[in-house]
């Protein structure tokens, strides 16, 4: 399904659901959303440009491999867990910290550096599974 139509219309599509995709994770606590549907809806629109634009370009695109980023996300997701040994409380026991930058109070936690490597750990997985099978397909290749 490689029409011109849709040549022209993934990469606009696929930087409106990147963007969407950024923002259901930083909602994820507080409302539906999160580090796992976030970077499914990423890695959709990853496929989307590859079926439209081939493989060989979105890994152009990409500037990490995808099993870097996973490996990355798997990385951080334990990370945040060992922060809270740290304290002395049970691994995973979210912890929050406040900072101030000028007028406004930003809260980072140890719950979104979770859903953060969460992200990273589908978008990769989900999209090296994804341009191997888009591989496939093309008849293997890159």
């Known amino acids: 399904m490689k029409t011109l139509i849709f040549r022209t219309i993934a990469?606009?599509?696929?930087?409106?659901?990147?963007?969407?995709?950024?923002?259901?994770?930083?909602?994820?606590?507080?409302?539906?959303?999160?580090?796992?549907?976030?970077?499914?809806?990423?890695?959709?629109?990853?496929?989307?440009?590859?079926?439209?634009?081939?493989?060989?370009?979105?890994?152009?695109?990409?500037?990490?491999?995808?099993?870097?980023?996973?490996?990355?996300?798997?990385?951080?997701?334990?990370?945040?867990?060992?922060?809270s040994l740290g304290q002395s409380v049970p691994f995973?026991?979210?912890?929050?910290?406040?900072?101030q930058l000028g007028q406004a109070e930003i809260t980072v936690s140890t719950p979104m550096m979770f859903d953060i490597g969460v992200y990273f750990a589908v978008v990769g997985t989900i999209s090296a599974v994804a341009l191997a099978l888009e591989e496939e397909d093309d008849g293997g290749s890159k």
């Open 11 to 83: 990469p606009a599509l696929t930087a409106i659901m990147v963007v969407f995709s950024i923002f259901v994770l930083l909602r994820g606590h507080n409302e539906p959303g999160g580090g796992f549907i976030g970077g499914l809806i990423a890695a959709s629109a990853i496929a989307i440009y590859g079926i439209a634009a081939g493989v060989a370009n979105v890994r152009k695109a990409l500037y990490f491999d995808p099993i870097s980023l996973a490996g990355f996300g798997v990385f951080i997701a334990g990370f945040s867990g060992l922060l």
């Open 92 to 99: 995973l026991t979210g912890l929050w910290a406040s900072m």
